[in-house]
């Protein structure tokens, strides 16, 4: 993992399984070997993912 500052520290773990998951479904044995490539890939899914939590919130789901 990067040196970077988290803003939620306790993210870390999570953050480091999301890796993982995401290694595994592009078929990269070792996360630490993700490319700058797929870490766009996993900035985009996040994005994503919180943007469909952000809209279940205000629906109220």
Known sequence: MSKR???VPEARE???QFKIEFAKE???DDPRSLTSSH???IVRELVELGQKQL?????GK
């Open 5 to 7: 500052k988290l803003v």
């Open 14 to 16: 999570a953050l480091e």
């Open 26 to 28: 592009y078929g990269v």
């Open 39 to 41: 870490t766009g890939y």
């Open 55 to 59: 809209m279940e919130e205000k629906n």
